[in-house]
């Protein structure tokens, strides 16, 4: 790489989650790739720091590194939905966005002996509003996990607020509490149900994608075709600490190009069932300022807006 600037120590992903975990797994992807491109000399380290909902890696790490070029944040729309709802005082603007990865959908698993056997008999409970479904996920209120529940409630025509919600620092902990019995469904990324589905603890009822997802999710359906209005997704990034300079910046963004065109990188997108979403620069400060504008209007209308 004929980049300005250059590491002089072990290069840095950092990730809120602990190992297993969603931003965990990016980061050991990454990682993987990055050693794999043979781009730098230097050691590349995954360190998790989990806790608060996934911020700690930001207010107890990120945070401790402004300008230092060798620490990078594995990121989620979670910066944004965090600070719009209330729950966190910082986003996105804090920092430095250097470029998202891919797309993870959101799947709503139950199950095997739950009597919610289709998406029809979830739709049929949110919208009863009787007997309130209680529903495990992560990392925080308003994040895209709670707003496919709210889209799924809005279209069954319940109470958006009816159901009861059980929030953990990583999807590992929601899904866990829904094969424990503690809660009804999870609503957590895709990749993070593969482990329970395939022991046949756990049965998905609706996907969040567009259209179905291949391999262990070939026969979960989308909530599209199951007549409700909810395609919604959560990318994985990578963000630097504030006073990040050009050089710095240029210097990951050629960095993790290299690194997503790794056969291992292709292989893991198609293991976790990722979809690639690969922007930097310019596309990148349009793809968040859109996106936030419309999580400012979708929190708003389901009454999780906080801050503007």
Request: hydrophobic content about 45%; aromatic content about 6%; glycine content about 10%.
């Amino acid at each position: 790489m004929n980049q300005t600037w250059q590491p002089t120590r072990a290069l840095e992903l950092i990730a809120g989650t602990p190992p297993g975990g969603g931003l965990d797994r990016v980061a050991r992807a990454l990682a993987s790739a990055i050693a794999q491109s043979k781009s730098v000399a230097v050691p590349v380290e995954v360190i998790n720091v989990p806790g608060d909902g996934a911020r700690r890696a930001w207010t107890h790490y990120v945070d401790n590194h402004a300008g230092d070029g060798h620490v990078l944040g594995i990121s989620s729309p979670n910066l944004t939905t965090d600070y719009l709802a209330g729950v966190s005082t910082f986003e996105h603007s804090r920092y430095t966005p250097v470029a998202t990865l891919i797309t993870e959908y959101i799947a709503f698993a139950a199950r095997p002996d739950s009597t919610l056997r289709a998406g029809a008999d979830l739709l049929g409970r949110l919208g009863r509003g009787k007997a309130p479904v209680t529903v495990a996920l992560s990392t925080s209120l308003g994040n895209p996990n709670h707003v496919a529940l709210a889209k799924l409630s809005r279209a069954a025509g319940g109470d958006i607020n009816a159901p009861v919600i059980h929030v953990f620092d990583t999807a590992l902990d929601a899904v866990a509490d829904v094969v424990a019995g503690n809660a009804d469904v999870c609503a957590v990324t895709a990749a993070s149900v593969l482990a329970e589905l395939k022991n046949g603890r756990l049965r998905v009822i609706g996907i969040t994608a567009p259209a179905r997802l291949a391999g262990a999710f070939a026969d979960a359906p989308t909530w599209k075709e199951q007549g409700a209005d909810c395609v919604i997704g959560a990318w994985r990034g990578a963000t630097g600490p504030a006073g990040l300079g050009a050089p710095e910046i240029a210097f990951w963004q050629t960095l993790l190009k290299d690194a997503v065109a790794q056969l291992c990188w292709a292989e893991e997108l198609s293991r976790l069932s990722w979809s690639p979403l690969f922007q930097t620069g310019p596309e990148l400060k349009a793809y968040l300022d859109e996106e936030r504008a419309e999580f400012v209007a979708v929190l708003g209308e389901l009454g999780l807006l906080k801050a503007r």
